[in-house]
């Protein structure tokens, strides 16, 4: 009998040293594991947190102009900008033992397996904030073994390689709060209208309560319900030694105020300007498209929000509403080539085809005043004359004719200065001066200046007929407002990305291409077409917006059939306006042709209401004195109309107007020659039909 009991004895004492060591082998073959996938983990490195952000758009104020996120609004913050209660509501509610554990709670996930065997389901989850963190950066949300074990991975390999304080940091830019809101600062201005740093202990601990469901704990849908998950976050928390019972109770009974802050709202301020800016960027700055869209970038631009707004006010006031008229407005500083303002169209929404810098349009008598200073460089002056009436220019070795006309046929029928021509954008004149120059003159000027489309030389380029678009004008404009210095147009500063680190940044580009004094001459004449005192056989083209502008100002217009154009300048402003149809429909000039020039002389005098009355500045070496503008003569008793006319020091008019008997005598000798001239060219014309 004790052989019996013996053997039972032996054998059970073998049976329980099998089990031993089989635990014993079993608990270190966990450990080697647990040792292995530590070390494959720490030897993967740290995973790249490549986290989605909003892109914000900055105005030359710094102001919020736009934003590109993809519809995640979100705002990384570090976490020493985000409140101390959000932080520690976050770990109450979501992971008590977050600063334990190594990334997963085997007893949480024990339980949870065991939940999801009994219920036959993958419905419960017991991830910790790390395992949420690794989801939000790298994987889906749906409820698999597969995903769970991932999880898992990530989840090491940010523990392995990233303090606890970098996770929580994380974990708190990339969780979910609802309404499109990614990260606590997106959701703390979403809920509260305040940053992060300033939540309350009841608004942290109502945020907190969101992610476990965005829609159905949000305060915004059902308040009762977001209220109750806010007291369980608060009781979390006071069992989680993180505050006391009488601040929890504080806190519920807080009356919460929710509103909207304004600030990182996409404000949509130049939104053609904005495309600009983003083309640029991927184009010319060599910035990923996925980095710019949802890349955390901070893009400083030149925008001047309020410019902005006073050019879309007057676009609206000016278009006329019932009409497929479409418009385009550029402004730039001509100090640095800072675009201010840009419009592409009348409505972004209905047409993002930008009119101002991808439309190519006849700029028509605005691309007049790179052809007289053409001439100024040449030895032409203000005062230089040529006879404008009706004619045919023959060109191409006298294969080619062209018979340009003034607008209405409108012609003085007697010599006019230069002065007069711009003032009144004589046709006749501008030609006339195109042809004595050379036609290739006008071409190297005009690329000199900035103007980029091609151009040929032929004699209609005096009138504008060769397309260009509105940027290239006003870039091209801007030398004759800054005493002779071409400059780069410029929408961006600089790039910051999400870290603070510059990943851009332009200066002004300026280079000098033109004489400053010539530049002075020509702005003086382009101030003519504003000045009523001028009118003669036809009236100033700026007479009808001369009275809206109280500065001193110089400009130009142009129209062609299809299109109407005004380009002028301050010291401070270049701003060029073009007006049409995008399919060339011929455009009405009594109703049509004279709202480019309100919507400049009205842009211009509010857009700078703030700002200096400046002069243009004169340069040394230039002289005024007072000329008849007609015949380019001094003014004298005999003929007293006058205004100041400036010259390069040496080329002023030495001769006086002529008294009237004089003034007889010379007309009658000018009409014996105009007689002998008129007879020459019959005699040409019958020598070239007898030897045809």
Not at 1 to 9: A, H, P
Not at 414 to 422: S, W
Request: charged content about 25%.
């Amino acid at each position: 009998m004790e052989v019996i009991i013996d053997r039972r004895t032996k054998r059970r004492r073998r049976w329980f040293r099998l089990v031993f060591r089989l635990i014993l082998l079993s608990l270190v073959l966990a450990a080697g594991g647990a040792v292995a996938l530590l070390s494959y983990t720490k030897m993967q490195g740290p995973p790249p947190l490549n986290v989605s952000q909003t892109t914000v758009f900055y105005g030359d104020d710094d102001s919020t102009i736009g934003e590109s996120h993809q519809g995640q609004n979100r705002y990384w913050v570090e976490l020493s900008e985000i409140s101390p209660y959000a932080k520690k509501a976050t770990v109450a509610i979501e992971d008590r033992k977050f600063y334990q554990h190594f990334g997963f709670d085997p007893v949480r996930i024990g339980g949870a397996v065991l939940a999801n065997v009994r219920s036959g389901r993958k419905s419960q989850g017991a991830s910790t904030l790390t395992q949420q963190y690794a989801r939000n950066l790298y994987l889906s949300h749906d409820k698999t073994w597969a995903r769970k074990w991932n999880e898992l991975l990530y989840s090491l390999r940010l523990e392995m390689n990233y303090e606890k304080d970098q996770i929580l940091e994380g974990y708190l830019n990339t969780v979910y709060y609802g309404h499109g809101a990614y990260g606590i600062e997106a959701a703390s201005e979403h809920f509260f209208g305040k940053d992060a740093k300033e939540l309350t202990l009841a608004e942290a601990s109502m945020l907190a309560g969101i992610p476990k469901g965005p829609s159905y704990y949000s305060p915004l849908f059902d308040y009762d319900r977001a209220k109750n998950r806010q007291e369980v976050v608060l009781q979390s928390m006071v069992e989680n030694g993180a505050i006391t019972q009488v601040e929890a109770d504080e806190a519920k009974n807080e009356e919460l105020t929710f509103i909207r802050k304004e600030s990182h709202q996409s404000a949509d301020i130049g939104p053609y300007f904005q495309d600009i800016v983003e083309k640029q960027l991927i184009e010319e700055v060599g910035i990923d498209q996925a980095l710019l869209e949802a890349g955390g970038l901070h893009i400083y631009t030149t925008l001047d929000p309020d410019m902005q707004k006073e050019a879309e006010r007057w676009v609206e006031a000016e278009m006329p509403g019932d009409s497929e008229l479409q418009t385009a407005l550029v402004a730039m500083n001509p100090r640095n080539g800072d675009v201010k303002a840009l419009i592409g169209g009348r409505n972004y929404g209905e047409s993002p085809y930008n009119r101002a810098t991808q439309a190519k349009r006849s700029p028509g008598s605005t691309f007049k005043p790179f052809l007289y200073y053409a001439a100024l460089e040449n030895g032409f002056t203000p005062a230089s004359t040529f006879l404008s009436e009706p004619t045919t220019f023959t060109y191409d070795d006298g294969r080619a004719e062209y018979a340009p006309s003034n607008f209405n046929n409108n012609y003085a029928n007697d010599f006019i200065t230069m002065l007069q021509a711009i003032a009144f954008s004589d046709n006749i004149f501008a030609v006339k001066t195109h042809l004595v120059l050379g036609t290739d003159k006008l071409v190297e000027l005009a690329q000199r200046v900035g103007v980029s489309s091609p151009l040929k030389t032929i004699p209609s380029l005096a009138l504008g007929t060769l397309p260009v678009n509105v940027l290239e004008m006003v870039q091209s404009y801007s030398p004759f407002a800054n005493g002779g210095n071409r400059v780069e147009p410029r929408f961006i500063r600089k790039v910051v990305d999400a870290n603070g680190n510059v990943l851009y940044e332009s200066k002004p580009k300026l280079e000098a291409v033109l004489d400053p004094k010539l530049t002075f001459i020509l702005t003086d004449m382009m101030t003519g077409m504003f000045d009523p005192y001028l009118n003669a056989h036809t009236s100033v083209t700026g007479g009808s917006v001369a009275h809206l502008i109280n500065r001193p100002a110089a400009g130009k217009s142009g129209s062609t059939s299809t299109d109407s154009w005004m380009i002028g300048y301050t010291p401070q402003l270049v701003t060029g306006v073009w007006v049409g149809y995008d399919q060339g429909q011929t455009l009405n000039q009594a109703s049509d042709g004279k709202i480019a020039k309100r919507i400049w002389a009205n842009f211009t005098e509010h857009s700078l209401k703030d700002d200096l009355k400046l002069a243009f500045h004169k340069p040394d070496g230039v002289v005024g004195v007072k000329v008849n503008p007609s015949s380019g003569l001094l003014a004298t008793e005999a003929c007293p109309t006058h205004r100041v006319m400036y010259f390069i020091e040496g080329t002023e008019p030495t001769k006086a107007c002529p008294d009237p008997e004089v003034e007889g005598e010379e007309a009658e000798t000018e009409a014996i020659e105009e007689e002998t001239h008129e007879k020459k060219k019959i005699l040409d014309r019958l020598f070239e039909w007898i030897s045809h």
